[in-house]
């Protein structure tokens, strides 16, 4: 089976597929677009027009990262899901949350002003707490187990960590549970090996980019 993932080179949800498809030693092929300016044959394909997708076998496409992942576990050996099903639907509710927590940082990041930014921050540090209030000893979101709910946060916990030295959203003071998880995931070779080599520098410039009240927080200077 082949699989072709079509990425843009920041995009967390790509990074959540990049992850699990390392964790499971899964050959890949990964083909960059600029959705900024997305290729023709792209929108063909992407009923959405956003990425991740993954092309099976040169024929099928599959979208939506938690779509995906969870083809790429179920067709791996081994598993990423708790098998009893009560535990799995959980796991589901989670991944989809951590859908939310992405969108905050993102629009943190592209603040323009200073009432929006204490809104969104606001928002951010409320959500956060949810998924605090969830963990349990650790190191992962199951426990001892790597699982398809980590490799959906971890692209966040390494988008907070690359900003930390301005302000540190998710602080072991408030959240020591997060914080721990954070840095057991931003530790795996699997994690770390899940973006392009300057990753960090094009991250920050994003950021920068935006010109707002967000950038001059998390990219002064």
Not at 91 to 106: A, S, V
Not at 121 to 132: D, S
Not at 205 to 217: H, K, L, M
Request: net charge negative.
């Amino acid at each position: 089976m082949h699989l072709e993932l079509i990425s843009f080179n920041r995009c967390p949800f790509v990074q959540r597929s990049v992850i699990t498809l390392l964790h499971k030693q899964s050959a890949y092929d990964i083909t960059y677009i600029d959705l900024a300016a997305p290729p023709a044959w792209f929108l063909e394909i992407s009923p959405f027009g956003r990425v991740p997708a993954l092309r099976v076998d040169g024929e099928t496409v599959l979208f939506e990262s938690a779509i995906i992942n969870e083809f790429i576990d179920d067709v791996t050996p081994g598993t990423l899901m708790p098998a009893d099903p009560l535990l799995r639907a959980q796991n589901r509710g989670w991944i989809q949350f951590g859908e939310q927590c992405i969108g905050d940082q993102y629009q943190l990041g592209n603040a323009k002003d200073e009432k929006t930014w204490d809104d969104l921050l606001e928002r951010t540090h409320r959500n956060l707490g949810k998924v605090e209030a969830i963990l349990g000893a650790g190191p992962y979101f199951n426990g001892e187990a790597f699982s398809l709910v980590d490799a959906a946060y971890a692209p966040l916990f390494m988008r907070y960590a690359l900003v930390r030295e301005h302000l540190d959203v998710m602080s072991t003071e408030d959240y020591p549970r997060l914080r721990a998880w954070s840095d057991a995931l931003l530790a795996l070779p699997e994690v770390r090996d899940s973006v392009v080599e300057n990753f960090a520098e094009l991250y920050r410039a994003s950021i920068r980019d935006q010109g707002g009240y967000g950038a001059s927080v998390l990219t002064p200077g």
